[in-house]
């Protein structure tokens, strides 16, 4: 069963400063990690995707990864109101080379951005 | 805009009702995806079709029915739903190996369903 955890807050955070949300991920299998946007009552928007150990940066964003921890996390740095909403980690742990297998997802973390 | 447009927005029906959820997609990718929505869990995935061909059934109820004419259409046939259906309903697209080995999802803005 693939399982992909993440604190549902809410992470209350002053505007300016840096937001942390966390993920952590069960299959050891995952190859591909996603950070996912999602305004109330709309769709998810794609924000950052990173597929090796490190950090990637996308402007303000910060994406985290440690596969030996099976730990994902994405940084907001200056944040502002604009960026309140619910994050959501993804995860692709493929089983058909090759093929679409899908993601799964997180809860989500619901961000307050305090101006 | 996305790229994958849903209709409709918003559908009510009754538990007698048959309708239809229909997804298009812009982007000419090969995959497309039914994702549920529903309050206080995470998103679901339904099911999977990758060059028209179901990949994946996740243990999907029969109320549901799939159904992919080709790789830019997706629709959900509903019928003889029960109100703990209500949800949002997601379709989703990508392109399968592209990217550094990721299969990044690009969602539409979701149908929500409310069964009564």
């Known amino acids: 069963q693939k399982e992909v955890e993440q604190n549902s807050g809410p992470l209350s955070v002053p505007e300016g400063a840096i937001a942390s949300l966390n993920c952590t991920y069960s299959d050891r299998g995952s190859q591909s990690f996603f950070w996912y946007r999602q305004y109330s009552g709309k769709s998810p928007e794609l924000i950052m995707s990173?597929?090796?150990?490190g950090d990637k940066e996308d402007g303000r964003f910060t994406a985290q990864l440690n596969k030996a921890s099976q730990y994902v996390s994405l940084l907001i740095r200056d944040s502002q109101p604009s960026d309140s909403a619910t994050y959501l980690c993804a995860v692709n742990t493929p089983y058909s080379g090759g093929g679409a297998d899908g993601l799964t997802f997180g809860k989500g973390t619901h961000l307050i951005i305090q101006p | 805009e996305t790229g994958v447009t849903q209709t409709p927005r918003h559908l009510v029906m009754g538990m007698t009702n048959k309708k239809s959820l229909k997804c298009e997609q812009h982007l000419g990718h090969n995959a497309m995806y039914w994702y549920k929505q529903s309050a206080k869990k995470p998103l679901e995935l339904m099911f999977v079709y990758n060059f028209k061909e179901q990949t994946e059934n996740n243990s999907v109820p029969s109320r549901f029915s799939p159904e992919c004419p080709n790789s830019s259409h997706l629709f959900l046939h509903l019928h003889t739903l029960q109100p703990e259906d209500s949800a949002l309903y997601l379709c989703?697209?990508?392109?399968?190996?592209?990217?550094?080995?990721?299969?990044?999802?690009?969602f539409g803005e979701g149908s929500w369903l409310t069964v009564v």
């Open positions: 990173i597929y090796s150990n």
């Open positions: 989703a697209s990508s392109q399968p190996g592209t990217g550094d080995g990721g299969n990044t999802i690009y």
